[in-house]
């Protein structure tokens, strides 16, 4: 069973070396102010950037003023809604009127062809 004397070993045993880092109070102050020192550059950095922000911008939004969109892109497509009654009837009205419209040109283009051909005998 369990015998809660018995002493249990580490599976790596430390160096003499790594114990005297880690007991060393200059080592771990050496770490915190380099780390410190890469805070405080980092938060500069950042403020520097945050300050020339809307410069930064700026000059973007100018940038794309004057910029012409590529040809290659295609147009986006629209949407198939469906359409309230009154502007189906509207629209299909429209199409009869321009169908009969082309059928009254139709006629009378072969009714002219028919008067002219009467008169100078195009076909025997």
């Known amino acids: 069973m369990f ?9 790596r045993p ?7 880092q880690e007991v060393s109070p200059r080592a771990k102050s050496r770490q915190l102010s ?3 020192n890469d805070v405080s550059d980092e938060i500069h ?9 809307p410069g930064i911008q ?6 794309n003023v004057n910029m012409v969109p590529p040809m290659e892109l295609p147009a986006p497509e629209v949407r198939s809604r469906r359409r309230p009654i009154a502007q189906q009837r509207a629209k299909q009205s429209q199409n009869l009127r321009m169908w ?3 059928v009254v040109v139709l ?3 072969a009714a002219i062809i028919g008067w002219l051909n009467q008169w100078f005998h195009f076909w025997s």
């Open 45 to 53: 950095r950042l403020e520097c950037f945050i300050t020339a922000a």
């Open 100 to 102: 009969v419209e082309g």
């Open 34 to 36: 380099r780390q410190a």
């Open 14 to 20: 430390k160096s003499a070396h790594e114990l005297k």
């Open 58 to 63: 700026r000059r973007q939004r100018l940038a």
């Open 107 to 109: 006629g009378a283009i």
């Open 3 to 11: 015998s809660g004397n018995r002493k249990i070993r580490s599976r």
